[in-house]
């Protein structure tokens, strides 16, 4: 039982603060668990540095190139972890439970894996980036207080052999800051007691989907989780979640904002030359993104030349890129987990037409408009500011000819002008647009207009789809943009060329 809640020591750091809960040694209580003892005697050094040792992720011992002292995550401290949980445990009923499962491996064909993407909302309370894992935040009555239990995978030298090192259960200790560890495999037999002696549950992971192998019976209705379940008053765990992770805290902008800048710098390195295939661009962003800084791509791109921009969701990029149409690049990076999401629209020959160039500046002013009220003081919501969006462009399209009776705006733009990042491109998905936006939301402004090839249509502008999205955080007075290294000023984009 954490009291304090304090940050994580590292492993092979003296203590030097009394107000500091010492790492102890662990001992086995019942199958499968280790825990904590508040009797164990305090000791100064870890018995192993953990420079020494093999982890299933980068820790700070292992990477200093990757991580500080103090932090689990890339930006993110165990501090900063306890105090999530802590929040959670918080919004729980007395002697409540959460239980969280991690993502799973999964498998393209045979024992070809995909890359791991971990669960989101597990990872931001355990910061643990490792598959086959389950978290339980158990509330200790009706105090502040709460129990950490992380059940993971166990070191297994031949397994590690092939498919890289585990964590392992110690490492939930020292590592992870959990105050009881165990094998993921006797699941079966460590949740029981947790479920039993709960008030409520909440969890998303009920049907236990991908974690049957730690349960029994589980070809049978009910199975084994659900039967645990039965008798206890189970809610969802997604909306405490959501409320915890929609308002950013200092360290997640900032990992946003270092997303933001290597996927924006990548983007005009991309404007600067001239390319003949959707694949090949596609390829360079990705390099880009890597080699600048960011740990890998945030989501699937689209790379759409010509018409191929006015399918939204366009992501073949096998075609061709031809002189004298417009290439929409929607992509960004992921930096400690945090992702930035950027849409740029520029000449494939690197000058604009005038109607490219007409219509471009009329989304572009839209936009920087919509991004000037991404601030507090300005009272709005993501849904006012789409109807502010939707005005604007509605006028703008007038005054260049385009006739927007009927149905014409939802034709030409039909989408919403923007929704939450974070963790994940659309992150807390669910979560209203209609929530008034303050300081600590992060949201993306992405006006975009997509003119059919049709008679309906000023013959100029046919057949060009344009989107021009950044990714900005609002703050009291004034919007911080994420991602201002994706240049986006006409004079900027022609001036790569010259």
């Known amino acids: 039982m954490k009291l304090g809640r304090p940050a994580l020591l590292l492993l092979q750091k003296p203590i030097s603060s009394p107000s500091v809960r010492p790492k102890q040694t662990s001992q086995w209580l019942g199958l499968g668990t280790r825990c904590r003892t508040a009797r164990e005697p305090r000791r100064s050094y870890a018995s192993i540095s953990a420079a020494e040792l093999q982890f299933g992720q980068p820790v700070h011992e292992t990477h200093p190139h990757l991580l500080r002292a103090g932090e689990i995550t890339p930006g993110i401290t165990a501090q900063e972890y306890a105090d999530r949980r802590s929040r959670l445990a918080a919004s729980l009923p007395d002697n409540g439970i959460a239980i969280l499962a991690s993502s799973n491996t999964k498998y393209r064909s045979g024992a070809v894996f995909y890359e791991f993407h971990q669960e989101p909302n597990f990872f931001y309370l355990t910061g643990f980036n490792e598959p ?39 490492a939930g200790l020292d590592v992870f800051n959990a105050d009881e560890s165990g094998d993921i495999n006797h699941l079966h037999t460590l949740l029981p007691p947790l479920i039993s002696g709960a008030s409520e549950i909440y969890t998303d992971i009920v049907k236990c989907s991908g974690f049957g192998r730690f349960f029994r019976n589980q070809d049978l209705v009910p199975n084994d989780f659900q039967r645990m379940v039965k008798d206890s008053k189970v809610k969802p765990l997604k909306p405490l979640m959501h409320e915890l992770r929609i308002l950013k805290s200092e360290a997640e902008v900032a990992n946003m904002r270092l997303a933001g800048k290597y996927s924006g710098r990548a983007f005009t390195n991309a404007m600067r030359r001239q ?18 800084g960011c740990d890998t791509t945030a989501y699937v791109p689209v790379i759409a030349g010509g018409q191929n921009a006015l399918s939204i969701h366009y992501v073949r990029n096998d075609d061709l890129l031809k002189e004298g149409e417009i290439v929409l690049v929607d992509a960004g990076g992921e930096y400690g987990g945090y992702i930035a999401d950027i849409t740029r629209s520029w000449p494939i020959n690197g000058k604009f037409s005038d109607p490219q160039r007409d219509l471009y500046e009329a989304i572009l002013r839209v936009q920087r408009s919509t991004i000037s009220l991404c601030r507090e003081s300005a009272n709005m919501t993501l849904d006012k500011l789409h109807q502010i969006t939707e005005h604007g462009l509605k006028e703008a399209l007038k005054q260049l ?26 992150d807390c998905p669910g979560y209203p647009r209609s929530v008034p936006l303050e300081t600590g939301h992060c949201v993306t402004v992405e006006p975009g207009i997509y003119v059919p090839d049709d008679n309906r249509w000023p013959e100029h502008f046919r057949g060009i789809g344009i989107r021009i999205e950044d990714s900005v955080c609002v703050q009291d007075d004034s919007p911080l943009v994420l991602t201002t290294e994706a240049v986006k000023e006409v004079v900027d984009i022609e001036a790569l060329r010259n």
Do not use: C, N
């Open 275 to 292: 390319w003949f295939k959707e694949k090949d661009l596609g390829a360079f962003l990705d390099y880009e993104f890597k080699i600048g």
């Open 132 to 170: 086959e894992a389950v978290a339980v935040i158990q509330k200790v009555g009706s105090s502040a207080d709460y129990i950490f239990h992380l059940f993971v995978r166990p070191k297994d030298p031949k397994a590690e052999q092939w498919d890289g090192a585990r964590s392992g259960e110690q």
């Open 401 to 426: 000819g385009f006739d927007m009776t009927g149905d014409a705006l939802d034709v030409l733009f039909p989408h919403h002008v923007g929704h939450y990042i974070g963790l994940d491109v659309h």
